[in-house]
């Protein structure tokens, strides 16, 4: 059985699902510290006409020392929620399948979500429903692991019975495959496809959130990431 493990970015880009379907067991990393300073777990880069469209998720952090991802909770003060839906529906208003999932954009910024895990996991289990990935995914927090670094995936992977452990090509220098090897797993390693498909506002932006991907291209969204 082949495991992949990722932290739970909000809006991934589409190389986070890439590695989900190459996997039979998608563990999303809950249970680790969140960073201090900016992260992919709280924002991501969708476009506009001006190009780079930033959006970003607030948290609270100020006063509460190190946090577990899971433990993280959204910030409602202002009007941000609002914000960020009218801008999707400006920035995407072209776009052929913003009225398709139009209503997933209003419920992620309903302001029923009290914690951004839950916020994210909603994105992320959209996008694997409508890309059709088979694979099962789970949170770290229930498989109920400890330990840190080389010797956590290698927990992961005993307790789940997966034999490999797929990783992208950069994180090579991070584990230890000596390590790996004694427990009997092997390593493999990939490099996702930057899918190029029509875009709305000009010269291809690569690498956006995958809502970017879905919004243009709908249906044909998993042949074009997939290469199928």
């Known amino acids: 059985m082949i495991l992949s493990a990722s932290q739970p970015y909000f809006a991934p880009y589409p190389g986070f699902f890439y590695k989900a379907h190459l996997s039979d067991l998608f563990v999303i990393l809950d249970d680790v510290q969140f960073p201090r300073g900016t992260t992919w777990i709280s924002r991501n ?19 509460l020392g190190l946090q577990t991802i899971r433990s993280v909770r959204i910030c409602r003060e202002g009007r941000w929620a609002k914000k960020h839906l009218e801008t999707i529906k400006t920035a995407y208003a072209r776009a052929p399948y913003l009225r398709e999932h139009l209503p997933f954009f209003e419920k992620i910024f309903s302001g029923d979500f009290e914690r951004l895990l839950d916020l994210n996991m909603e ?106």
């Open 123 to 228: 994105i992320i289990r959209h996008v694997i429903r409508h890309l059709g990935i088979q694979g099962e995914v789970l949170l770290l927090s229930e498989l109920g692991v400890g330990g840190t670094g080389d010797r956590r995936l290698i927990e992961i992977c005993r307790r789940t019975g997966a034999t490999r452990f797929l990783a992208q090509r950069p994180a090579r220098k991070f584990l230890n495959e000596e390590v790996f090897r004694e427990a009997g797993i092997s390593l493999d390693f990939f490099t996702p496809p930057v899918p190029v498909y029509p875009q709305l506002w000009g010269e291809f932006l690569p690498n956006l959130s995958v809502l970017d991907l879905l919004l243009n291209c709908g249906p044909k969204s998993r042949e074009i990431l997939l290469g199928e």
């Open 45 to 63: 880069r969708f476009k506009n006409h001006l190009g780079t469209l930033w959006m970003t998720i607030p948290v609270w952090k100020k006063g």
